[in-house]
């Protein structure tokens, strides 16, 4: 099983840019679809972003298409996100996931590994 490690959050003032990172053990991680979620306080976490095992393929939510972008170096087992032009609306807790199955019909993730410890981004007005 993939154990995964993010870092990278912080507090950043609106407009600004953070890179988060995603360490992966194990050798199948470039076999993998990889994506990132959100959770937001009183919130359900949502999607925000996936890659193909490639890094030829990429997927964004609508809330944050032409601010974010997915990336992966499968020799670093690393996947990354890099999150500009933040608002408020973005501060939530940061996760990466394996996907497991994906609906290409929707181009959306449906199934998972486990999750890590996340991490924190904090956008101030």
């Known amino acids: 099983q993939v154990q995964l490690v993010e870092s990278g959050g912080g507090l950043a003032q609106a407009g600004g840019s953070l890179r988060l990172s995603c360490v992966a053990s194990?050798?199948?991680?470039?076999?993998?679809?990889m994506s990132w979620f959100r959770q937001a306080p009183g919130k359900e976490r949502e999607f925000v972003a996936a890659?193909?095992?490639?890094?030829?393929?990429?997927y964004y939510a609508d809330s944050v298409k032409g601010r974010f972008t997915i990336s992966r170096d499968n020799d670093k087992n690393t996947v990354y996100l890099q999150v500009n032009s933040l608002k408020p609306e973005d501060t939530a807790v940061y996760y990466c996931?394996?996907?497991?199955?994906?609906?290409?019909?929707?181009?959306?993730?449906?199934?998972?590994?486990?999750w890590g410890q996340g991490t924190q981004v904090t956008v101030s007005a």
């Open positions: 890659i193909s095992s490639s890094g030829g393929n990429t």
């Open positions: 996931n394996t996907i497991t199955r994906w609906d290409a019909r929707t181009a959306t993730p449906i199934g998972f590994g486990s």
């Open positions: 194990g050798r199948t991680f470039r076999s993998y679809f």
